[in-house]
């Protein structure tokens, strides 16, 4: 949990990351969702010496579907939206329906294409869809930008034809590919394999490229774009939308975007730095720091300190603002009992930077607290229910629970289930607990 230090900057366009990768070479890592780099850094595997954030970045969050057909998604969709986006699930089911059984919904919270695809885990759902269905990436480096199919692109486990530099920010599949799959209620993917249709699993077999080489350049046709007959397919026209939450100003997160950029603006006309204090250095035009000042709202109260970029949100509130309820089980995303809510949404806290999440709000179980100091509904139920022994789980599982309780429809015993499945208990079992989140549904008459 105590990983070494490193220094942190905000990027604040794709261009501002490249150069930043340029500049400290192997000892820079970016991060997007940190649900594939963080457990790594938890663990020791990884040690940058400088974070590179690219997770807030205004561009890359979009998911279109042009008049042709092809599905474009920004690198920064993360799984549950892209799972969620009835465009995407319209044009192309395969992958929301790949991005629906990542990990749990935590992961899916935060996770974004971009990294999944750049990480390559062997395990991984989305890259082996995109090779399936012939996918390209748009791949920068700042000064150029190329075309790369996920073929070309994916060379080995963990391998990647990613320069040091370049960074993808987005992917383009053909609504017609697909696999002949069946999908869980009835949706068939199977469109246009036999019939020659542009999307094929092996559109551009080349040989083994290195370093982005293999790709195609910018200008050059994307895989399968000769089309094809129509078979039947359906089209989704001019579909775009765009993700709700940053764009949307009368969401917390959507003024935290707005006055992010506000400033930036004012202040510098390159990405502005990050944080102020000490052990920062220059690159070039800007500044990385090892410590910045985080405001966070805190179950209503509002916390500033300078620390350490390094800290994960769950260090950040036990050790600099003394909100311990959160607890620390894994360090890997894994058992849940760290999970607050970001703005609403469940995160793992010990895998989400603290200074990923500046200006958000957040949630933890002594957030459901009446104002009086006495139990809240939830956690009534929880201890009519007996759904806690030790304890140690209880905070995230509220937490979890809370969140699905925010649902317009009540959820059946089994969607309960499948909604806690990322929240671990060893010793109380989940039938009681199962029955606390019932009970506290029913108690507000759903
Ligand atoms: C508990 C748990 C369960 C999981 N289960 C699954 C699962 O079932 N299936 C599955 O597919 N995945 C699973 N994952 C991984 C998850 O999907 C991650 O979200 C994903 O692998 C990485 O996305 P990220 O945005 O979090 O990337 P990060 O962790 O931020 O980054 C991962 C890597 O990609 C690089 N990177 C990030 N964005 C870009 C970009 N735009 N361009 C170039 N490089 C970039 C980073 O430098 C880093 O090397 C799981 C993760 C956890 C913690
Ligand atoms: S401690 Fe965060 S998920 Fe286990
Ligand atoms: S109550 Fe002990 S781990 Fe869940």
């Not at 869980?184 to 551009?204: A, M, Y």
């Not at 397919?233 to 959507?254: F, L, M, N, Q």
């Not at 992010?260 to 006309?269: E, I, K």
């Not at 894994?330 to 999970?339: S, Y």
């Amino acid at each position: 949990m105590f990983t070494r230090p490193f220094r942190y900057e905000r990027a604040g366009q794709y261009t501002h990351a490249c150069e930043l990768l340029r500049t400290h070479g192997d000892d820079a890592k970016v991060i997007a969702g940190g649900q594939s780099l963080l457990p790594m850094i938890n663990l020791g595997l990884v040690q940058p010496e400088v974070v590179v954030d690219i997770s807030r970045l205004p561009e890359g969050r979009n998911i279109t579907v042009d008049a042709d057909g092809y599905l474009t998604l920004g690198a920064l969709v993360t799984h549950a939206r892209l799972a969620a986006d009835a465009c995407a699930r319209a044009a192309q089911p395969l992958l929301p329906e790949a991005a629906s059984l990542i990990g749990n919904s935590r992961v899916r919270n935060r996770g974004t294409l971009g990294g999944s695809l750049a990480h390559a885990d062997p395990a991984a759902e989305l890259p082996l869809v995109m090779v399936a269905l012939g996918a390209t990436y748009e791949v920068t480096s700042g000064h150029a930008s190329r075309s790369v199919g996920a073929e070309d692109f994916h060379l080995g486990f963990f391998t990647t034809s990613l320069d040091a530099d370049e960074l993808i920010v987005s992917v383009r599949a053909s609504a017609r590919a697909g696999l002949g799959l069946e999908l869980p209620g009835g949706v068939t993917t199977g469109r246009g394999l036999r019939d020659g249709v542009g999307g094929s699993p092996h559109p551009q077999r080349r040989g083994p490229g290195r370093g982005g080489t293999g790709g195609r350049r910018r200008g050059e046709r994307p895989a399968g774009a000769a089309g094809g007959r129509g078979v039947g397919s359906h089209r989704v026209r001019g579909c775009r939308h765009r993700e709700p939450d940053r764009s949307d100003p009368s969401h917390p997160a959507g003024q935290r975007y707005e006055r992010d950029r506000t400033v930036q603006a004012a202040a510098h006309p390159r990405p502005r730095h990050q944080g102020a204090g000490r052990g920062g250095g220059t690159i070039g035009t800007s500044r990385v720091s090892e410590s910045v000042t985080i405001t966070l709202v805190v179950n209503g109260h509002r916390f500033t300190r300078a620390a350490g970029a390094h800290l994960t949100l769950l260090r950040w509130l036990r050790d600099e603002a003394a909100v311990t309820d959160p607890k620390y089980g894994c360090g890997e995303g894994v058992c849940g009992a760290c999970t607050v809510l970001v703005d609403g949404e469940p995160v793992s806290s010990c895998i989400v930077l603290a200074a990923q999440v500046d200006g958000a709000e957040i949630t933890t179980a002594a957030g459901l607290l009446e104002r009086d100091g006495s139990l809240g509904p939830l956690q009534r139920a929880f201890h009519q229910c007996h759904a806690a022994q030790c304890g140690f789980c209880t905070p995230g599982m509220l937490m979890a629970a809370a969140a699905l309780l925010r649902a317009e429809e009540p959820r059946s015993r089994d969607e309960i289930r499948a909604e806690l499945h990322g929240n671990l208990c060893r010793c109380t079992g989940y039938g009681p607990i199962v029955d606390a989140v019932e009970a506290a549904q029913r108690e507000r008459g759903r």
